[in-house]
């Protein structure tokens, strides 16, 4: 794709969609061009930047053209002032949604001194973060009437999960430095290759895990954190053992219950 204007193949991605500070993700809509750019080569991207160019009046650079334009648009549709705020409160309850799967009876989980510690998978928090953040864009007309449609739409929302994602993992929680995920729990660890599963075509993979330590009345003393370095390598050396389907019925019930 040789035509693509200079300023798009190099677009800057110095910056990240959603930062991450002071245990809060935080979104100020605005998005960086490279991962745009990527996207435009896949199939997908490729297939809207056809048709794009097939609507433009004049031929000459028609791909250049489209390009420009369709990322316009889509910066202009994520910086809109109601976006940002839709976006913003969704990321808030990110990690809370880390909490509520917590409980899910069929996560994997051990006690360590009447303290659980469960395995929750990335891809049901950013599946849950992913599918919440779709409703509500639906009803943003800047996001309804969005050049290049859906795939656009779809572009933008695995982008910023996945950046949502990246940020969060970046904070790099340890029993020694927990990241604070509610009022009950807190993330003691993330395992970022664990394969939960066999992701769709054109589907976000997602894999690996936070591990969530319950909070009670006793204190997480120097003794319990120990306790957890072991319990998490226990869990580690047993996940390898669950099959394909014991994975899939795993996230089944989490989701949707016994």
Request: hydrophobic share 50%; with cysteine; aromatic share 10%.
């Amino acid at each position: 794709m040789t035509d693509l204007p200079f300023a798009l193949r190099i677009g800057s991605f110095m910056k990240a969609w959603v930062r991450f500070r002071r245990g809060r993700a935080w979104y100020r809509g605005a998005i960086t061009r490279r991962p745009f750019v990527q996207w435009l080569e896949t199939p997908d991207g490729q297939a809207t930047l056809d048709a794009a160019a097939s609507r433009m009046r004049v031929t000459f650079f028609a791909r250049a053209r489209a390009a420009r334009a369709l990322w316009r648009h889509l910066a202009a549709a994520a910086r809109d002032p109601r976006v940002v705020v839709t976006i913003q409160s969704e990321l808030d309850a990110y990690l809370g949604r880390l909490q509520e799967f917590a409980y899910a009876a069929a996560l994997p989980q051990l006690s360590v001194d009447l303290h659980r510690i469960v395995v929750v998978p990335r891809v049901l928090i950013n599946g849950a973060a992913c599918g919440a953040i779709a409703r509500r864009l639906r009803a943003e007309r800047s996001f309804a009437t969005l050049a290049g449609g859906d795939r656009v739409r779809e572009f933008f929302l695995r982008t910023l999960i996945g950046h949502l994602d990246g940020a969060v993992a970046a904070a790099m929680p340890s029993p020694k430095r927990p990241l604070a995920i509610g009022s009950e729990w807190i993330s003691v660890g993330l395992d970022d290759a664990f394969v939960w599963r066999l992701p769709m075509l054109n589907e976000p993979a997602w894999d690996g895990h936070h591990y969530v330590l319950e909070l009670t009345r006793d204190p997480i003393t120097r003794a319990v954190r120990k306790k957890v370095v072991e319990a998490v390598e226990r869990i580690d050396a047993y996940l390898p053992s669950l099959s394909r389907i014991d994975r899939n019925e795993i996230l089944r019930r989490a989701v949707y219950g016994a």
